[in-house]
């Protein structure tokens, strides 16, 4: 060896190439405790987010990065099952927002078909929401049950238009056009095909109405394929005993939708529905009918939860319907989550003005970093043993991860489901991409529809100020094939930091296990992608 005395306390030293003492003086791997290295690499949650005398820094996703562990299983075998509430239990934590351009009955169903959830927002009317709710609760797999209708006096070109609209031209004629009108006939592409004038032949001249193969209810989904089997049709209407249509069968659809194993279901098989409502004192007249319609939880929406508007809200719903799930929010600190859970809610909404459409920070000055304001919430929340949904700033599968390595035991989305096909609004060309509409609703054009509540709970205040912006967001396509892609992407995630499902993950996150370090803006740059000319980013394949 060769040593330098660099003080009184260190030596440096070198090994001196060709020295026969060396092997004396190295380790043998059985010599190494293997748990005495957790700490060698990167930093505790507690380390990085719960201590004050280190720093004065709040973190978002971006800012942390969680270190990889030992991977002993396959990516299949990641369990993401987890809690959106006390007493409602998920197969995959992921909440639709209650946002008007997120979340309706179709974004509803096929987020509960999946494992997840979806809760209806209320900016529309009271028999409106009502509406929404009775649909996904009322909704049987492989049932169509709001087919698009037409009446007798409806032409050809109409069914034409529907068609290239909406892809498909199997139409119940009814007698008024609309669902729960005595059935007539239907209008197939067989009966369309060979019309030289459209516009002046009206579909009751052209309809099959003899000898139509019809299923009366009640019927199940195995009738109602072995129907469709027997009589080769690829539509089959159902009827009640006085002959009026109440959904419509796809033989496409039975069997893209047919198995849903993981499916969010209530104790009579129906499909799991939650919904928003705002503070106000009409808002309890909304909520009973939608208590009434059969919502499972209900989603008390604010921008700031920790008001006494919302406190008497939540005591309110707990005293009338104690049985029923509660969901308090937004917070972002302990003391605002611990007056929500003292008020008894059952679930927390944490996240304030991270959102990719929210200008709460901006314009009030006020809120937290996302992951430090869900570390913080859940540390808290879970010695109650009430689950956060961390809400905003997620725009990527690794942000659900790290949201998850929080403390989160679902993430709510916005941005990231909006532009799907389930979501509401209609597809728009703009410089040759395809997008949709997607707001805050803390936005002017919201708040006009009824969301001002959110913001200004005794609707006193003269001037509207906005906290949200208007845009639009690129088409993803179904989530058929979206929720798949998010929910590869992070039990790859939990794979990689060698967690098996949510719980062990959390587990590793308060006993040290999990290590994080802190990103420099270096570093992130690093983290994404560099160094091209031009490069295409398909989400999956």
């Known amino acids: 060896f060769s040593c330098v005395e660099l003080g009184p306390s260190f030596t440096l030293c070198s090994i001196l190439k060709g020295a026969p003492e060396v092997s004396s003086f190295l380790l043998s791997v059985e010599d190494v405790d293997e748990e005495s290295l957790i700490d060698a690499d990167g930093f505790s949650a507690i380390e990085v987010f719960g201590s004050k005398t280190q720093s004065c820094v709040g973190y978002t996703y971006d800012d942390v990065i969680l270190l990889p562990n030992h991977i002993d299983f396959g990516v299949d075998e990641v369990k993401l099952h987890s809690r959106f509430t006390r007493n409602i239990a998920l197969s995959l934590p992921f909440i639709s927002s209650p946002m008007d351009t997120v979340t309706e009955h179709k974004m509803a169903i096929m987020m509960a078909l999946h494992g997840g959830l979806g809760i209806i927002h209320y900016n529309m009317s009271i028999d409106e929401q009502v509406a929404e709710v009775v649909k996904v609760k009322k909704y049987r797999n492989g049932f169509i049950t709001d087919p698009k209708c037409l009446p007798p006096t409806a032409t050809v070109a109409d069914v034409q238009a529907i068609k ?22 239907i209008v197939t592409n067989r009966d369309v095909d060979f019309v030289e004038d459209p516009s002046a032949v009206s579909v009751a001249d052209i309809m099959t109405k003899d000898g139509l193969v019809l299923a009366t209810e009640p019927v199940t989904l195995a009738d109602a394929h072995a129907a469709l089997r027997t009589a080769k049709k690829g539509k089959l209407p159902v009827v009640n005993a006085e002959g009026e249509l109440v959904s419509l069968i796809s033989r496409t659809d039975l069997m893209k939708n047919r198995d849903y194993p993981m ?45 006494i508007y919302q406190l008497e809200m939540v005591k309110w719903i707990k005293a009338t319907w104690p049985e029923l799930q509660v969901v308090g929010g937004n917070v972002v600190t302990q003391r605002q989550a611990l007056h929500l859970i003292q008020a008894g809610c059952d679930g927390l909404r944490v996240g304030m003005g ?27 929340a879970r010695r109650f043993g009430v689950p956060i949904t961390a809400d905003g700033g997620t725009s990527s599968t690794g942000h659900i991860t790290k949201a998850l390595s929080m ?43 009824g969301s001002e509540k959110r913001y200004n709970w005794t609707g006193k205040a003269s001037v509207k100020v906005a906290q949200g912006v208007s845009g639009a967001v690129v088409d993803k396509g179904s989530l058929k094939r979206y929720i798949p892609y998010l929910t590869q992407g992070v039990r790859h995630g939990l794979q990689d930091m060698g967690a098996i499902s949510v719980t062990e993950l959390q587990e590793m996150l308060y006993s040290g296990k999990l290590r994080i370090e802190l990103r420099s803006p270096a570093a992130q740059r690093e983290g ?14």
């Open 164 to 185: 290239s609209e909406q892809g498909f031209s199997g139409i119940p004629i009814t007698a008024d056009g609309t669902i729960g009108s005595k059935l007539l006939g």
């Open 354 to 380: 991270s959102g990719s459409i929210c200008t709460t920070q901006e314009v009030c000055a006020v809120g937290r970093p996302q992951a430090s304001a869900v570390y913080n919430v859940a540390k808290l």
């Open 407 to 449: 403390g989160a035991s679902c993430v709510m989305m916005g941005s990231l489901l909006a532009g799907t096909d389930e979501a509401p609004g209609e597809y728009f060309f703009q410089d040759g991409v395809r997008l949709k509409r997607y707001r805050g609703m803390g936005s002017i054009d919201a708040m006009s529809k």
């Open 263 to 307: 499916a969010t279901k209530d104790s009579t098989s129906n499909l799991v529905c939650g919904a928003a409502v705002g503070t106000r004192p009409e808002d309890r007249q909304r909520l009973a009918a939608l208590v009434a319609a059969g919502i499972d939880v209900v989603v008390v929406d604010s921008s700031q939860g920790d008001s």
């Open 528 to 541: 994404g992608v560099h160094g091209l000319y031009s490069y295409e980013k398909r989400l999956f394949s």
